[in-house]
């Protein structure tokens, strides 16, 4: 969601319907080695605190829309609303928070405040805000404190204790403490992304 957003699907390959409703395949429908760019999950954060917003979204909400049980899907003139589906506003001031990295620092320069994108399924409109400073990295292997980082059922069982944001079927977004290969940067604010992270990324961008 944030690779095809950000980059605003320019490295996306031509498939059929039938192709993309197979199965999922990320490096299937992108080129990454294109546009060499990965990113930590996005994290609503809570304006007051600066931690993660998690499943408690009450303060971040000032509207929710949501009609399900209508026969017809479509738009209500008289006030413009949707017969069918949902929608949401964050109330401002709220981030959306990620890491952003490439092997390519031209690729981070290209963005800056005030830029607009189009998020996910239902085209959420989201706007950069801040920026913070680029910061280099070296692999290293030893002891790590995460930041919050997409990783399989299979792979949690590297970190020595953890916290879990949110999980689907095919991952959980965990923060935690372990002993692994992993990338260390300068910036002394940031702590550390396991390679497991992002291996198949490092593997499209090698290949």
Not at 93 to 116: A, C, H
Request: charged share 25%.
């Amino acid at each position: 969601m944030l690779y095809a957003g950000l980059t605003r699907e320019l490295t996306r390959r031509p498939r059929t319907f039938t192709e993309k409703m197979s199965e999922y395949d990320f490096f299937g429908d992108f080129d990454v080695t294109a546009r060499p760019l990965w990113f930590t999950p996005g994290i609503l954060l809570d304006q007051r605190s600066g931690s993660a917003a998690g499943k408690t979204r009450d303060f971040l909400d000032t509207h929710l829309f949501n009609s399900t049980l209508e026969e017809r899907p479509g738009i209500q003139y008289k006030d413009r609303l949707p017969k069918y589906g949902s929608m949401e506003t964050i109330l401002p001031g709220n981030l959306f928070r990620t890491l952003m990295m490439s092997p390519d620092k031209e690729v981070l320069e290209s963005y800056g405040r005030g830029q607009i994108f189009w998020m996910g399924k239902k085209r959420t409109m989201f706007q950069v805000e801040e920026l913070g400073d680029s910061s280099s990295a070296k692999l290293e292997d030893g002891s790590c404190s995460t930041e919050y980082v997409q990783v399989s059922a299979s792979e949690i069982n590297a970190f020595d204790s953890y916290s879990v944001l949110g999980a689907s079927q095919r991952y959980l977004v965990v923060r935690g403490e372990g002993v692994f290969e992993h990338l260390k940067f300068s910036n002394q604010e940031l702590s550390c992304v396991p390679i497991s992270a992002i291996r198949d990324f490092l593997d499209a961008v090698d290949a």
